[in-house]
């Protein structure tokens, strides 16, 4: 018996247990529509158990090829395969094609399920927040930053399937060109960066104690800051006065106090990525800086390694880049071992597994013989070529110089 669809009248839905029937009518319906809901929703969004395992059993049958569609006989037939009995799944299967005025109103249907999911998930999460700020024992901070991650994360998760078309891509592209790279002061470090740090990068820079990598860092933002960039520096390693006493001596008092910066001094790695997000939205922060990996507290899981603990933060960082499109700097320390090799390598970066695989561009730092000498070697630049800029480091002013005028060498590499 094929079905061809009745109610031509139409009705809103009444409830969320006629939205998800109406979703599930539409998928038993008619292939197309099947192809869009399967593709847009994973069955989580169903309330009613019965109507999450049938969800389930239809999606099986679609992807294996069996063609059910506005046949109720087959509809019913695919349900009993979930323990329904026969008069259970055809009874099921009619009420769920009897909701269907057209296949076509199926992106419609959809999206009211996945916001009436979204409405869930927000209960929930304003639960445990109000759960979490009742006990005393609980880290209001750590539990406010975890928070504004999980929001933006389901935020971000609501929309879309996730599928991105050649057009889209494209201006995608074309804007990301568009954008004038965060120049990092050093000559030959731009000329190698291609201009600069640009929208979504994860930069790292690595370095023994000592090297000026700290130093670099909050040179790149009070570079981006000089042209009225808001930046950010979470130093977990010194505190924002000693932060600021190195940004005077590496400016003046007055400049630096006209700057846009902010700092943070939080190394909690849920409500350090929370600040991030506040300080875009805010302040609009476009560059960050993160000093450093090695010092995040990362939420324990047990059993869990701390290479494994590393990943999970430096893939929190590049997500940020990419979520926020701004560039992120992070400081990265190297093994003890790298002293005794000649020049680093990305070996060297220390629980450096996800490190470098995360990673747009890392640079590492090298100590010339010459006294205040530094190499700079970017040793992995996924939009350019690799090589090394060689620079100057005065350790009274934190700042790093390009080495000599004449840029013409760079060529060599």
């Known amino acids: ?39 847009e929703l994973t069955g989580v969004e169903f309330s009613e158990p019965d109507h999450q395992r049938i969800w389930q059993l239809l999606r099986a049958a679609h992807f294996k090829g069996e063609q ?7 509809i019913a037939d695919t349900i009993t395969r979930g323990g329904f009995t026969d008069e259970q799944a055809c009874v099921l299967a009619t009420r769920a094609l009897d ?58 998760g609501v929309a879309s ?3 991105i078309d050649v057009p889209t891509a494209l201006a995608a592209l074309d804007a990301r060109d568009e954008m004038t790279p965060s120049t990092t002061g050093l000559k030959g470090l731009d000329a190698k960066l291609n201009g600069g740090l640009r929208a979504g990068q994860l930069m790292v820079i690595g370095g023994r104690p000592g090297l000026g990598k700290s130093a670099l860092m909050q040179q790149l933002l009070l570079t981006a800051a000089k042209q009225h960039q808001p930046v950010l520096l979470a130093s977990l390693e010194m505190p924002a006065a000693e932060c600021a006493g190195r940004g005077v001596r590496q400016t003046s008092r007055q400049l630096f106090e006209q700057l846009p910066v902010v700092f943070t001094e939080t190394a909690e790695l849920h409500q350090l990525v929370g600040q991030v997000r506040l300080a875009v939205r805010k302040f609009g922060v476009q560059l960050v800086a993160i000093d450093y990996l090695q010092l995040i507290d990362v939420p324990k899981d047990r059993g869990a390694l701390r290479e494994q603990q590393i990943a999970m933060a430096s893939r929190a960082f590049k997500r940020l880049a990419v979520d926020l499109k701004i560039p992120v700097i992070v400081g990265s320390q190297l093994n003890r071992a790298a002293e005794s090799r000649g020049r680093p390598s990305l070996a060297d970066l220390r629980e450096s597994g996800a490190i470098e695989q995360d990673a747009d561009i890392v640079v590492l730092l090298h100590h010339l013989d010459d006294e205040g000498g530094r190499e700079l070697i970017i040793a992995k630049h996924r939009a350019g070529s690799r090589g090394m800029v060689q620079a100057r480091f005065s350790g009274e002013r934190f700042m790093f110089e390009d080495l000599s005028g004449d840029l013409s060498w760079l060529n060599r590499f």
């Open 99 to 156: 909701q269907v005025v057209h296949a076509a109103h199926v992106e419609y249907y959809v999206g009211m399920l996945k916001n009436l999911h979204q409405r869930d998930q927000l209960k929930l999460l304003a639960n445990r927040l109000a759960a979490a700020a009742a006990d005393p024992s609980v880290n209001t901070e750590s539990s406010i930053g975890q928070f504004i991650t999980e929001a933006e994360a389901l935020r971000a």
């Open 68 to 74: 059910y569609y506005g046949d109720v006989a087959m």
């Open 1 to 39: 018996m094929k079905f061809t669809g009745r109610n031509l009248g139409g009705k809103p839905a009444g409830s969320r247990a006629e939205t998800e029937l109406l979703v599930l009518g539409h998928v038993a319906l008619d292939s197309d529509a099947a192809e869009i809901g399967f593709a």
């Open 161 to 163: 399937s996730g599928l």
